[in-house]
């Protein structure tokens, strides 16, 4: 007997912040939650910056214009902090 397992579907819904963490939603429901001091841009940045985020990459990506900084789906599932 098999199990048949939901497919996964890394783009992304929605991005989310608090004083800590970001977290990306998933479209398969799922949500990667990081520290924010992963990412020294984002953490520096002012809240209306946060917010201007856009859906890159075939929606596997996010980019913040004011920022210039662009992180994607496989990074965030993979843990990984932004270059030193």
Same mark, same amino acid.
């Given at each position: 007997?098999?199990?048949?397992?939901?497919?996964?579907? =890394?783009?992304?819904?929605?991005?989310?912040?608090?004083?800590?963490? !970001?977290?990306?939603?998933?479209?398969? /429901?799922?949500?990667?939650?990081?520290?924010?001091?992963? $990412? %020294?841009? +984002?953490?520096?940045?002012?809240?209306?910056?946060?917010?201007?985020?856009?859906?890159?990459?075939?929606? $596997?990506?996010?980019?913040?214009? *004011?920022?210039? =900084?662009? !992180?994607?789906? =496989? /990074? +965030? !599932?993979?843990?990984? %902090?932004?270059? *030193?």
């Amino acid at each position: 007997m098999g199990i048949l397992a939901a497919s996964a579907d =890394e783009r992304v819904r929605d991005v989310r912040f608090d004083d800590n963490t !970001l977290s990306v939603d998933l479209m398969d /429901g799922r949500t990667i939650t990081v520290p924010l001091a992963w $990412y %020294p841009k +984002l953490l520096d940045a002012s809240a209306a910056d946060r917010a201007n985020w856009e859906v890159a990459g075939g929606g $596997y990506g996010l980019h913040w214009p *004011a920022l210039d =900084e662009d !992180l994607s789906t =496989e /990074g +965030l !599932l993979r843990g990984a %902090p932004a270059p *030193a």
